[in-house]
């Protein structure tokens, strides 16, 4: 039984405590000569039965926390019913990246695909097809894009430079994004890469707190253009996703995105938004906690 459960049923039980208990303590009472008096209309009662149920309630409460803090080993993640899952399968032999996505092991991966939709448009969004798989020593990652319009800049100014291009995205938490923890907004991680396998990488602190001098460290990257789009490569040590407390008891939470930019005929590129789940924000926004899903790492 987790806490929040232990505490309700507790609170419940206090409440039928006090509901039907008393009466019967009442009744027992006037049996025995007690000083409980009783009738069908009302019963009084001292404080006795109240000091009890709250005597019950702090010692289970603290039995419950001190069962938490006794439990090092619990999953960090507590089941996400609803949330998506993707499965992040274990696979033997290093990967040499070209971003071309056609090494025979990508053919034995599993993917999301059809799940990548426009949550906030009402059309088809062109396909996409992610994969990711582990070796023991690093999580690699791919994407396959179609897109009809590639936009890439030519001149690369710095990193701010993916954010009007075409581009893959990669969310990943430790924790809930908008809720704090014990030392308050825990941070969450982004990795943004263009048709180009430029990297733009940040922390983020909730609500759109941004640190782009952060690195993700041991990030590698490489992309190619295809026929009808581009594709990406990647890896990423799991040391680092362990590190920074993101990759624990084998689950991370994790956002799939990607930003289809189009030409357009103002100053500024025509911007939709294609995720893997439907965060259900009223405007285009990936950085909500619902717009995360599950990666479970199997061994």
Not at 67 to 74: E, M, Q, R, S, W
Not at 97 to 119: C, M, N, Q, R, T
Not at 157 to 168: I, K, P
Request: proline share 6%.
């Amino acid at each position: 039984m987790t806490t929040d459960t232990a505490v309700i049923f507790l609170f419940r039980l206090v409440l039928v405590l006090e509901r039907f208990g008393a009466p019967f303590l009442c009744a027992s009472a006037r049996k025995h000569g007690g000083f409980w008096r009783y009738n069908r209309h009302s019963f009084i009662k001292t404080g006795v039965l109240t000091m009890f149920c709250k005597i019950a309630s702090a010692a289970a409460l603290a039995g419950c926390v001190a069962g938490a803090v006794a439990a090092p080993h619990t999953p960090v993640i507590s089941p996400n019913f609803g949330m998506a899952q993707y499965d992040v399968v274990k696979r033997d032999g290093a990967l040499s990246l070209d971003g071309k996505v056609d090494e025979a092991v990508w053919a034995d991966v599993p993917a999301i695909s059809g799940a990548f939709h426009f949550p906030w448009m009402t059309q088809e969004a062109p396909r996409t097809v992610f994969k990711g798989f582990s070796d023991g020593q690093d999580f690699y990652f791919s994407f396959v894009v179609r897109d009809k319009q590639v936009l890439a800049a030519e001149q690369w100014q710095d990193e701010s430079t993916v954010d009007g291009e075409d581009r893959v995205e990669l969310f990943f938490a430790g924790a809930p994004v908008d809720r704090p923890g014990e030392d308050g907004m825990e941070r969450y991680y982004a990795i943004e890469v263009d048709p180009k396998g430029r990297v733009h990488d940040y922390s983020i602190a909730y609500y759109r707190q941004f640190d782009g001098d952060w690195s993700l460290a041991g990030l590698e990257t490489k992309a190619a253009l295809t026929d009808d789009g581009y594709s990406v490569e990647g890896k990423i040590p799991l040391k680092t996703l362990q590190e920074l407390h993101l990759l624990r008891d084998g689950l991370m939470r994790t956002g799939v995105f990607r930003a289809e930019f189009s030409p357009s005929s103002g100053t500024e590129p025509r911007m939709e938004w294609i995720s893997w789940v439907n965060p259900n924000t009223p405007q285009p926004d990936f950085h909500v906690d619902s717009a995360f899903g599950v990666f479970r790492f199997l061994p």
